[in-house]
């Protein structure tokens, strides 16, 4: 029997917040109904696409109005305002995270990935090491390598059914000298800790120890849940640290069209980024994505608010459900980002059964932990960023899946 959540009807009749899924158009291109990727991944179509970490509903009307204006104006002019781009992430950050930024200590660059891309060539040499800490967004192993740099990996640990930095093996491998980066994920995709400002302090002392540069992704800094508070690397003074903030993709759902911004309160960092993004005239975005920033900024904290509490309500039913239906799966409660993490090793079912049962029965295409550097085969996310009516059905389905699913001899 599927439960309805609280205040549900509330939430429902939003006039900022449409929790029902976006216009299907059958020319959409969007990666998660990709058919050739679905049947190679999962080997059926007849799936709902949890695997990609977008949202399924229409976006902030300002945002939309932004463009509609935009497309009315048909004119397609040279026209760059990173200023009023720069000044809007300060505020939305000084807004919601009493977080002090600089508009002028910005750079822009097309993405977070790219921004990513370009710090690690920038500060780290060929062959040097590049930590992160796993199970981590496999983007960023691919970054790594594909730069010519070495992937060190600072694992993991799950104490009291929560995920914790082992920070004995983090400060032993930056001990041995061939780290030149630390890869942040914070919020951490896909685990869904948010770092304390206690452990951030514990790690950036040990950094300082061994003169390391920290990169902090916080593409999901503001999809934070009650009980949890966001600290931004950029609040803790550590002049060797650069922080990817600004970028609208997740809060707003506008993977497509979104930038990214990295910031630092360190000059000399700053310059050389500054650098590198002219030097490939990387340091502007097009009309659509200032317009977009913009307008999300200024004009979108109710939509964004009624949003958050939405997902947090789908967060909340989801773990409740597994917890009184199906308590042999392990579920990590997400203290932020829109994923949540599952162990089913408790079920007793082979990778391919474990894979049958997701896909054939539940219909639910969840992405691999293994893809994240999790061995682990038992592991899988899910982006629960949809309409919680659609979730409530696929974990009955799920329920009944494992009802009816034999465990390997």
């Known amino acids: 029997m599927i439960k309805p959540f609280k205040n549900s009807k509330n939430i429902v009749n939003s006039q900022v917040f449409t929790p029902s899924p976006g216009r299907q158009d059958i020319s959409d291109k969007f990666i998660k109904h990709d058919s050739n990727m679905l049947n190679q991944i999962y080997g059926t179509t007849d799936v709902k696409?949890?695997?990609?970490?977008?949202?399924?509903?229409?976006?902030?009307?300002?945002?939309?109005?932004?463009?509609?204006?935009?497309?009315?104006?048909?004119?397609?002019?040279?026209?760059?305002?990173?200023?009023?781009?720069?000044?809007?992430?300060?505020?939305?950050?000084?807004?919601?995270?009493?977080?002090?930024?600089?508009?002028?200590?910005?750079?822009?660059?097309?993405g977070v990935l790219?921004?990513?891309?370009?710090?690690?060539?920038?500060?780290?040499?060929?062959?040097?090491?590049?930590?992160?800490?796993?199970?981590?967004?496999?983007?960023?192993?691919?970054?790594?390598?594909?730069?010519?740099?070495?992937v060190v990996d600072n694992t993991l640990k799950i104490e009291n059914g929560r995920y914790v930095i082992d920070f004995n093996d983090f400060e032993q491998?930056?001990?041995?000298?061939?780290?030149?980066?630390?890869?942040?994920?914070?919020p951490h995709n896909p685990v869904g800790r948010v770092w304390s400002k206690s452990e951030l302090?514990?790690?950036t002392t040990i950094a300082k120890k061994y003169h390391v540069l920290i990169v902090s992704d916080e593409v999901h800094a503001d999809i934070v849940f009650e009980g949890s508070q966001f600290t931004s690397m950029a609040s803790l003074a550590y002049e060797n640290s650069l922080?990817?903030?600004?970028?609208?993709?997740?809060?707003?759902?506008?993977?497509?069209?979104?930038?990214?911004?990295?910031?630092?309160?360190?000059?000399?960092?700053?310059?050389?980024?500054?650098?590198?993004?002219?030097?490939?005239?990387?340091?502007?975005?097009?009309?659509?994505?200032?317009?977009?920033?913009?307008?999300?900024?200024?004009?979108?904290?109710?939509?964004?608010?009624?949003?958050?509490t939405y997902t947090q309500t789908t967060r909340n039913w989801i773990v409740d459900f597994m917890a009184a239906e199906l308590p042999q799966v392990i579920t990590f409660v997400p203290e932020?980002?829109?994923?949540?993490?599952?162990?089913?090793?408790?079920?007793?079912?082979?990778?391919?059964?474990?894979?049958?049962l997701l896909t054939k029965q539940a219909k639910m295409a969840l992405t691999p932990g293994t893809w994240f550097g999790e061995k682990d085969e038992n592991f899988y996310r899910m982006n629960f960023a949809s309409p919680l009516?659609?979730?409530?059905?696929?974990?009955?389905?799920?329920?009944?899946?494992?009802a009816d699913s034999k465990p390997a001899k």
């Open 49 to 110: 696409p949890y695997w990609i970490a977008d949202m399924d509903f229409p976006i902030a009307s300002p945002i939309t109005q932004a463009m509609q204006q935009l497309v009315s104006r048909e004119t397609y002019s040279y026209e760059f305002d990173s200023t009023t781009v720069f000044e809007s992430i300060s505020a939305w950050n000084k807004d919601r995270h009493n977080l002090e930024l600089t508009p002028e200590h910005f750079v822009q660059v097309p």
């Open 114 to 150: 790219s921004a990513i891309a370009m710090l690690i060539r920038d500060f780290t040499q060929e062959g040097e090491g590049v930590l992160i800490q796993t199970p981590v967004y496999h983007q960023f192993r691919r970054l790594i390598e594909s730069a010519g740099r070495t």
């Open 173 to 186: 491998k930056l001990s041995r000298g061939n780290v030149g980066m630390v890869l942040l994920c914070n």
């Open 201 to 203: 302090q514990q790690l």
């Open 243 to 308: 922080t990817i903030i600004g970028s609208p993709a997740k809060n707003f759902g506008l993977n497509s069209i979104s930038n990214g911004y990295i910031y630092s309160d360190n000059p000399s960092l700053r310059e050389i980024i500054k650098a590198t993004s002219a030097s490939m005239s990387l340091d502007h975005g097009n009309a659509f994505t200032t317009h977009a920033t913009i307008a999300a900024y200024q004009h979108g904290k109710d939509w964004f608010d009624a949003f958050l």
């Open 336 to 356: 932020g980002t829109n994923q949540i993490w599952f162990d089913f090793t408790g079920l007793n079912l082979t990778a391919g059964q474990l894979k049958t």
């Open 389 to 402: 009516e659609q979730v409530q059905a696929s974990f009955e389905q799920l329920k009944k899946g494992i």
